[in-house]
């Protein structure tokens, strides 16, 4: 067992990273709650392999277990499934006094967080992520949202669960294209502060992964709680987190939820701004064919053929946006990281090369 706390005083928890986890979640869930009835939330793909083995390890514990379900993907995270969930809340008769536990990747961990948050004003929540990217990434730190047509993540709150059970084992049903999504958040927690993660990923192949599941879900999480524990409201070093975000956002909404996953956008996003601040001296020399070869290994995009004009107007509604100014993160070299604010006429300077298009 490896464990993880973040420490936010009244709001403290631990992350729990065990090989079988899940067959022993409702033990856990025992200690982090008094609740006798649990509100199961995941997507139809999660619930069809994993829902009936986790109601039974929750029944075994002696819970009453409602689960909801809904469509799997980015395009239900919206407000009308939101309202949907609310109403399956109301009718397995959830309290306060209850709980809820997401179960799934980055969709059901963002929305089903959110309707613990706001539901009769707050129901203590937990977060089993099934994903890489829920597991290294989402489901620690507290940001719960759903998208808007305007972009992602901007209806939201910050709402720390009380726990996060992570089993590597469910991600052996992972299709490869979403391992290697998941590796787009890993590689860049490796470029904003780990040298030797980036080093680590440079070494391995899709089929060594596995082996090494717990050391690299253990390093993420490590970084983004020490992270967390210093920036809660992200009004500062927590931005450090959305490398490759900015674009990678606008990509995702430009292209419609679901053509480019969350971490190839990412992806692309990070080697993109990367090629502009290396050609602009902000960045070491070569670190963009670093970047792009470690990104290249796991089938993930380095850029895309939108142009500037088209993912513009997304990035008009980033959540970084302050006034006119928008902040970036940078890196001067893999392992570190930085943030460069700028203002919003300079913004298309940033999205491609001078020389590319």
Not at 163 to 180: A, K, S, W
Request: with cysteine; glycine share 10%.
């Amino acid at each position: 067992m490896r464990s993880i706390h973040i420490d936010l005083g009244k709001d403290s928890y631990d992350i729990h990273i065990e090989k079988g986890l899940l067959n022993q979640s409702g033990q856990y869930v025992r200690q982090l709650t008094e609740a006798e009835r649990l509100a199961v939330i995941t997507d139809d793909a999660v619930d069809a392999l994993y829902g009936n083995q986790l109601q039974a390890a929750l029944e075994q514990s002696g819970y009453e277990v409602h689960r909801i379900v809904f469509k799997a993907g980015e395009g239900s995270k919206n407000m009308t499934v939101l309202a949907d969930l609310y109403q399956g809340l109301a009718d397995a008769g959830i309290t306060r006094s209850d709980a809820i536990i997401t179960f799934g990747g980055g969709v059901p961990g963002d929305l089903g967080g959110l309707a613990a948050a706001t539901y009769l004003r707050g129901i203590p929540f937990i977060q089993i992520p099934t994903t890489i990217i829920a597991q290294v990434d989402s489901s620690v730190g507290g940001k719960v949202a759903v998208d808007l047509p305007s972009g992602k993540n901007q209806a939201g709150a910050f709402y720390q669960p009380k726990g996060v059970l992570i089993d590597p084992e469910l991600l052996t049903t992972l299709p490869l294209r979403f391992i290697h999504d998941g590796l787009g958040e890993v590689i860049k927690y490796g470029c904003i502060r780990d040298n030797h993660l980036f080093e680590l990923l440079e070494t391995l192949q899709d089929d060594t992964l596995s082996a090494h599941w717990e050391e690299i879900i253990e390093c993420c999480c490590t970084i983004k709680a020490r992270i967390v524990e210093h920036d809660v409201l992200d009004m500062g070093e927590r931005m450090l987190l959305n490398f490759g975000h900015t674009i990678g956002h606008a990509i995702e909404r430009c292209y419609g939820y679901g053509y480019y996953t969350h971490g190839e956008g990412v992806a692309a996003g990070m080697a993109m701004l990367t090629a502009v601040t290396e050609q602009k001296g902000l960045t070491a020399a070569g670190t963009t064919q670093r970047l792009d070869a470690v990104l290249q290994r796991y089938g993930l995009p380095v850029t895309v053929n939108a142009a500037m004009p088209q993912l513009l107007p997304y990035i008009a509604h980033d959540k970084k946006k302050r006034g006119n100014r928008l902040t970036l993160v940078i890196i001067p070299a893999i392992g570190t990281s930085e943030l460069l604010s700028i203002e919003g006429d300079a913004i298309p300077d940033y999205i491609r090369k001078v020389d590319a298009q």
